[in-house]
């Protein structure tokens, strides 16, 4: 792969805002991108509007600009992508690669996660319905640029996986690929907690004729009493005021070098000694973040 030809992305879903997880996620997609002078393109994941937190699409947008973290090109919104991804689920479902499902979580509850494959010779009408893709009883794998080698029998460990939901709004698994694939991007760099969503994204890939794209799947930030960042779990909103020392913090969660020098810097002077000695290979699979560098 040229360096040229190198296309990221960061892709926040706005149920709330920003975070130190969010951040070394981000941080983490724009170094790699720009260490081989590649683009980083921003894309919001507004797939689910009841989970939307209002204001969180600007306060994301804000915050990533106070941070130095600038990206190329017009924001993507999944959105404005409705008619793209109706008509794949069309393809797909006239196909007789995706059926309609009627089953309820209270009858999937006792199955762990993995569809039983209830409705998938049932042939039920759409409306009002979830559609799911029928998968093969076949094992992905992939090589990670940190979690190493990865696989998962689709048949055994998922099961046929839903790509619209009963609801009519559209499945992460079937918007991010179909928009990774629009937007032409080379190398996704994102949170160890989509590693296990990858193999259905290789699958649908493959169905629809696309490049598999690099993956790296950096670290989940861990708190010392085991939980991780996120949005639901005592997790502080990024403060725009505090840009310098929390990007030194994700530095060092990611494994690079922060100088002492930098703790005096502007945001843009950090991202430009980092972007210079940016390692991926110095990221550890697992981060434990100390209570004092999440505030």
């Not at 939901?165 to 928009?179: K, M, P, S």
């Not at 907690?193 to 629809?208: I, V």
């Amino acid at each position: 792969m040229t360096q040229s030809r190198y296309t990221g992305r960061f892709a926040p879903t706005p149920s709330g805002f920003l975070h130190f997880g969010s951040l070394v996620a981000a941080l983490a997609s724009w170094l790699d991108a720009r260490a081989v002078d590649g683009r980083w393109q921003l894309r919001m994941e507004d797939t689910d509007p009841p989970r939307e937190m209002p204001g969180a699409r600007d306060a994301i947008l804000q915050t990533l600009e106070r941070y130095g973290l600038e990206w190329d090109g017009e924001v993507a919104f999944q959105s404005q992508r409705f008619d793209a991804y109706a008509s794949v689920v069309d393809r797909l479902f006239n196909m007789g690669l995706a059926y309609a499902c009627t089953c309820s979580r209270k009858q999937l509850e006792a199955y762990g996660g993995i569809y039983p494959g209830f409705c998938r010779n049932a042939g039920h009408a759409r409306e009002g319905a979830a559609i799911r893709i029928r998968v093969p009883e076949l094992t992905y794998r992939f090589t990670d640029r940190v979690q190493g080698e990865y696989q998962q029998h689709l048949g055994r460990e998922v099961g046929d996986f839903v790509i619209q939901r009963r609801d009519g709004l559209y499945a992460y698994q079937l918007a991010v690929v179909l928009d990774d694939a629009w937007q032409g991007i080379t190398d996704i760099v994102r949170g160890a907690d989509l590693l296990d969503n990858t193999p259905r994204q290789l699958y649908l890939q493959e169905l629809l004729g696309f490049t598999q794209p690099r993956y790296l799947h950096v670290p989940l930030i861990v708190q010392p009493d085991g939980h991780k960042l996120g949005k639901s779990y005592r997790s502080p909103p990024l403060q725009a005021d505090q840009a310098t020392p929390l990007l030194l913090r994700a530095l060092r969660a990611l494994g690079q070098d922060t100088p002492a020098q930098l703790a005096s810097a502007t945001p843009a002077q950090v991202l430009a000694v980092a972007r210079a000695q940016w390692r991926p290979e110095r990221i550890a699979q697992r981060t434990t973040v100390p209570e004092a560098d999440l505030h």
